[in-house]
């Protein structure tokens, strides 16, 4: 009688390796260093190969998942890298900030099974190992990547991920692409939101330059709405993509707000990346200095905030939410680093008000304790008071990470611009244009705060459209 043959146990997932807490809590270098190449091989060779891959179906912009995987496995990371390019502009930003776990990762069949495959590891490996192989090519700038172009032009307001995606399909099709930046460093949130020990500021300049020799053209310090105008853009091009984000930023509403040391993390994160204020006094921007930092909210940018502060010489960094950690919606690697580094977390809390001195500076934030009860429209049990339980938690610097808003300046600009009840862009969901002929929008103005890969989706659909309306 025949036996059946025991089923090959799963190889476990390849572990990451990271800087040690005790020393990257110091230092903005990179948390996670990077799989080597037989880590990578290791890992890709866990993959199934799926007649039917659902991991593509968890990604907004359609990689290739499977295909680029097998390359992989295979030795063979320039036929990986190509797959991964063929609809991803910047490979290198989605394996370091996308959230795998809930996207891609997610569909993966062998996470029913175990642990899914490494997908956005194996993602940043293949771009990483690409850039440094053609280093020189980066250095010199050839445009060796540049394609002919048809004599149609498209304008990008803006630089973040949308833009830049929607600028290289443009670009890869042949078309002249001008990106308008409000800010003097193009790369919008990647630049200025994501810290370098997340995000490395040499890769996302490493991305732009690509797109450079691909002949995109980069115009910085102009601001949509004020020094640039969608009614002008429209008669010099062809069509206009609108990447703007949405930067307003949302506060508490509790008394005082007003004191010295209460921020947005917008301004508190813009002035560490942006403004290197993480290298001062060699740069010029210096950050609120804080001891006892407190951050409210509980996503991914109050996870860099309150990481940031602690790089920053903060002597204890709370993280406050009027939940418990199981409902924290930031990525639980990024909880888990944080926590591994020494932020605290202050759950069921929520503040009441602010305390400050005769000088109106911030001495402590006053907070209501609070508990679960009811679930609210959104699933959640709904956080509420418990009667009389208040306390003092001692801070002179308060990061508010509550989210953003749309930001009215080039909105008030475009009265033609159709927006919804949230004072969002409102666009075609099939195309991403506007109410406007030929002016198409993505990213933030149209979701509201969302992540770096649905923004470039958004960014290549709308570029598809484009290509396919211009060109054919």
Known sequence: METKKAKKPLAPRVDMPCQPAEVRRSNFEEVALGYTKEMAVEEASRCLQCKKPLCVSGCPVEVP??????????????AAYRIIKSTNSLPAV?????????????????KAKGQPIAIGRLERFVADTYIAATACEQVTGTNACAVPQCGKKVACIGSGPSSLTCAGVCAAAGIKVDVFEALHEPGGVLIYGIPAFRLPKNVVATEINGLRQAGVGFHMNYVGGRTLDVAELRKEYNAVFIGVGAGLPVFLGVPGENLVGVFSANEYLTRVNLGRAYDFPKQDTPAFPGKNVTVFGAGNVAMDAARTALRMGADNVYIVYRRTKAEMPARREEIEHAEEEGVQFAMLAAPLRFNGDAEMRLQSVTLQKMELGEPDASGRRRPVPVEGEVYDLPTD?????????????????????????WGYIQTNEETGETSIPNVFAGGDIVTGAATVILAMGAGRKAGQEIVKRLIG
């Open 65 to 78: 998942i499977r295909d680029f995987i097998g390359e992989v496995a295979r030795g063979n990371m320039d």
């Open 397 to 421: 610097l308060a990061i508010v990470a509550l989210g953003t808003r749309s930001n009215p300046i080039l909105l008030d600009a475009t009265p033609d611009l159709e927006q919804n009840k």
């Open 94 to 110: 989605c394996g370091r900030v996308c959230p795998q776990e809930n996207q891609c990762e997610g569909k993966c069949i062998l």
